[in-house]
T-cell receptor, first 112, second 111 residues
Framework: DAGVIQSPRHEVTEMGQEVTLRCKPI?????LFWYRQTMMRGLELLIY????????DSGMPEDRFSAKMPNASFSTLKIQPSEPRDSAVYFC??????????FGPGTRLTVT | DAKTTQPTSMDCAEGRAANLPCNHS???????VYWYRQIHSQGPQYIIH???NNETNEMASLIITEDRKSSTLILPHATLRDTAVYYC????????????FGTGTSLTVIP
C-alpha cells in the first residue's frame, strides 16, 4: 500500500493567492482528517470526514479555509485568500472507522 | 476526552530501554490510551494503543496501571532512529475518531 499521499510536498505562495492542498487516503479507509502543525500551536485538527461527509469542522480557523471530499479517494483543503499566518505544515490522515490514523508526509506551506 | 500530562523531554542511551510516562488521571472507563510518535519533518506514526490490559507489538510495549490513571510506553532497545516526539492521547470511542495531540515528550537517544 502506498500510504496516504499528499501533494504538493512544498508550496510557496504570496499573500492573497489561493492555495489548494490535496490528499489521497489509503484505499478502504472511510475517515479522513486534516491537521495543521506550527511551532506555536502544535498539531491541530482542522476537520474530519466520515464516508465523505464532513463531521466536525470546528477546528477550521476561519471562512478563508474550506475542505471538500468529493469521493472516497480524494480530498482538498483550500485557503483563499492565503495570509502569512497560514504558514505551517498541513497533514492529512486516514483511518478505518475508529481505528488508528495513518498520516501522510505533509505539505509545507509558506505564505510570503 | 481526558487530558494527558507528559514530561517535556527525556534522554535515553542507545541500546537501553526507553520508558516514557503519561498521566491521565481523569480517564473514563471506555477511553483508550493511544501512543504516536513524530520523527522530525515526518507525519505522526501510530505506535500502540490499549484499554485496560498491557499491550505489546513489534515496536513497543504499553503498560497501563490498574487504576488506569497512568501508563508507560516502553521501547525495549532504543536506537538513534527512535529519536522523536512521543504523544500520549486518550480517546473516547463514541466521539468519532478524533485525536487531540498535546505537546508530547521529546525523546533523544544518545549514542
Amino acid at each position: 500500500d502506498a500510504g496516504v499521499i499528499q501533494s504538493p510536498r512544498h508550496e510557496v505562495t504570496e499573500m492573497g493567492q489561493e492555495v489548494t492542498l490535496r490528499c489521497k487516503p489509503i484505499s478502504g479507509h472511510n475517515s479522513l482528517f486534516w491537521y495543521r502543525q506550527t511551532m506555536m500551536r502544535g498539531l491541530e485538527l482542522l476537520i474530519y470526514f466520515n464516508n465523505n461527509v464532513p463531521i466536525d469542522d470546528s477546528g477550521m480557523p476561519e471562512d478563508r479555509f474550506s475542505a471538500k471530499m468529493p469521493n472516497a479517494s480524494f480530498s482538498t483543503l483550500k485557503i483563499q485568500p492565503s495570509e502569512p499566518r497560514d504558514s505551517a505544515v498541513y497533514f492529512c490522515a486516514s483511518s478505518r472507522s475508529t481505528s488508528e490514523q495513518y498520516f501522510g508526509p505533509g505539505t509545507r506551506l509558506t505564505v510570503t | 476526552d481526558a487530558k494527558t500530562t507528559q514530561p517535556t523531554s527525556m534522554d535515553c542511551a542507545e541500546g537501553r530501554a526507553a520508558n516514557l510516562p503519561c498521566n491521565h488521571s481523569t480517564i473514563s472507563g471506555n477511553e483508550y490510551v493511544y501512543w504516536y510518535r513524530q520523527i522530525h519533518s515526518q507525519g505522526p506514526q501510530y505506535i500502540i494503543h490499549g484499554l485496560k490490559n498491557n499491550e505489546t507489538n513489534e515496536m513497543a510495549s504499553l503498560i497501563i496501571t490498574e487504576d488506569r490513571k497512568s501508563s508507560t510506553l516502553i521501547l525495549p532497545h532504543a536506537t538513534l532512529r527512535d529519536t522523536a516526539v512521543y504523544y500520549c492521547i486518550v480517546r473516547t470511542p463514541n466521539t468519532g475518531n478524533q485525536f487531540y495531540f498535546g505537546t508530547g515528550t521529546s525523546l533523544t537517544v544518545i549514542p
